[in-house]
């Protein structure tokens, strides 16, 4: 069974970072791609990091240069430090793998901006 559990988040204060991890049980992680999604109160889910198989990593436009996302195959597990983080990054995050014959998710983990 696939298992995705994600850990790290917390209480910051802006301008502090935090670094988010997901970790993959019941699957050979290397041969996918893993996706951050994040969603605040009252708005939809959204991208916020992607790295492919090959180690190749995509951002959204609204943490570029703050965020970093790597992968560990031997570990299973996928990390994303969060640096210089602002209130509107405030949100659950979740991390996802899709197979072709399913979608994964994690429990989320939540991360909360404030002063």
């Known amino acids: 069974q696939v298992q995705l559990v994600e850990s790290g988040g917390g209480l910051v204060q802006p301008g502090g970072s935090l670094r988010l991890s997901c970790a993959a049980s019941?699957?050979?992680?290397?041969?996918?791609?893993v996706t951050w999604y994040r969603q605040a109160p009252g708005k939809q889910r959204e991208l916020v990091a992607r790295i492919s198989r090959e180690g190749s990593t995509e951002y959204a436009d609204s943490v570029k240069g703050r965020f970093g996302i790597s992968r560990d195959n031997a570990k299973n597990i996928v990390n994303v430090q969060m640096n210089n983080l602002k209130p509107e990054d405030t949100a659950v995050y979740y991390c996802n793998l899709n197979t072709f014959l399913r979608s994964y998710w994690g429990q989320g983990t939540q991360v909360t901006v404030s002063s």
């Open positions: 019941g699957i050979i992680f290397s041969g996918y791609a």
